[in-house]
């Protein structure tokens, strides 16, 4: 497995749980110096039209606590060239449930030219924040309705 010097990655770490720290790890077995870009609530309402629940500052907290995270930065923006002008990593890591969309596939190509690998991680089958939100609801009115 090649190691990197300095690898990213990033995420809004909404109801953090083991699917995201299972990515952290990965990252940090493959770089010696880590950085993670934790969205902040403004780039989460733009990009997923809903506000996270958990605050940025608290999301940072948590993700600054994590022995895989060397650095964490505000991650201001979804452009990834954007923050590589200003971090400089080596790789890009992400989740491979993104390998082969059009957006990364076009990332794949602009860090070439900067010699930057993207490097995709194994996603976690069967968790996501999504799905906790889901359950928490589905469990919610099952209450309600036994109320």
């Not at 995270?69 to 890009?92: I, N, R, Y």
């Not at 992400?94 to 995709?120: A, M, N, P, R």
Request: charged share 30%; proline share 1%; aromatic share 12%.
């Amino acid at each position: 497995m090649k190691k990197y010097k300095v690898g990213y990655t990033t995420g809004v770490f909404d109801l953090f749980h083991v699917g995201h720290l299972r990515i952290l790890k990965r990252a940090k077995e493959q770089c010696d110096y880590l950085i993670v870009g934790v969205s902040t609530d403004e780039v989460v309402e733009a990009y997923k039209n809903k506000k996270p629940i958990i605050t940025y500052e608290e999301r940072k907290e948590i993700i600054s606590a994590i022995k895989y995270v060397d650095e964490v930065v505000p991650q201001v923006t979804m452009d990834k060239m954007e923050a590589w002008q200003s971090l400089h990593f080596d790789a890009l890591f992400h989740g491979d449930d993104w390998k082969g969309s059009d957006l990364y596939s076009k990332y794949i190509e602009q860090f070439k030219t900067v010699g930057v690998d993207v490097v995709f991680l194994s996603h976690t089958q069967g968790i996501s924040t999504t799905k906790i939100v889901e359950t928490i609801q589905e469990k919610e009115q099952q209450f309600l309705k036994q109320a």
